[in-house]
């Protein structure tokens, strides 16, 4: 089965910790995103990649780090400078050519202790 | 002005209802226009993706772009209980590889 993996579903932050939350896929997608939703929000874009050992800051990558050194991992750091962390995080990736679609994992709950 | 607009809802509708879930926007450099689903904790699921102005069928869903005054539809006939879900639409294009999100719209199906 072809898709996008996010792990864990839900993810517990201690104050002062930094936490990494997962993102694979196996779409052989060149781009990937991270988005931030709350409640009643819409998408927030935290960071994004277009192409291996680059990435991008979106509209609220403060707080928030990410590699990517391989093309189906993008994982996401959550570090200690995000005050306000707790939220649903949702990676995705990109298919290009006829349909520019993103398409979504299954996302990741962090909540904070 | 946000660069698409979308009504939050909740939009309550009684079982075998027609739907209309709407989107406007301002920029008209947009050029392909998505709807998703997103139940509750879950990812958002591509449901439709148009390219031009017109309607698109799929099963009981249609989308609708009308490029000239900036407005998107998705209509959905026949509404179930397992349609409610929050609706988002995206626009792309333009020279940009980030989709605009619209907030979403949460639809309520009640038997």
């Known amino acids: 089965d072809g898709g996008i993996t996010q792990s864990p579903k839900y993810l517990f932050r201690k104050e002062g910790q930094n936490v990494t939350l997962s993102c694979e896929q196996n779409l052989n997608h060149d781009a990937m995103y991270w988005y931030r939703q709350d409640p009643g929000q819409g998408l927030r874009l935290i960071y994004y990649s277009q192409i291996v050992n680059d990435f991008q800051k979106g509209d609220i990558a403060e707080g928030y780090s990410v590699s990517r050194e391989k093309k189906e991992s993008f994982p996401l750091t959550v570090t200690s400078a995000q005050k306000n962390p707790t939220a649903f995080y949702l990676c995705a990736s990109r298919r290009t050519g006829l349909q520019e679609t993103q398409y979504f994992g299954p996302g990741t709950r962090l909540l904070v202790l | 002005q946000k660069e698409v607009e979308q009504d939050p809802g909740p939009l309550s509708v009684p079982e075998g209802a027609i739907v209309s879930l709407n989107c406007t926007y301002s920029n008209s450099a947009f050029q392909y226009f998505m709807w998703y689903r997103q139940y509750s904790r879950k990812g958002p699921e591509l449901l439709m993706y148009t390219y031009s102005s017109g309607n698109k069928e799929d099963g009981r869903f249609t989308a609708q772009v009308d490029k000239s005054s900036k407005y998107i539809s998705l209509f959905i006939r026949d509404s179930q209980p397992s349609d409610s879900a929050t609706y988002l639409c995206?626009?792309?294009?333009?020279?940009?590889?980030?989709?605009?999100f619209g907030r979403g719209t949460s639809l309520i199906v009640h038997p």
């Open positions: 995206a626009l792309g294009g333009g020279g940009s590889y980030i989709p605009t």
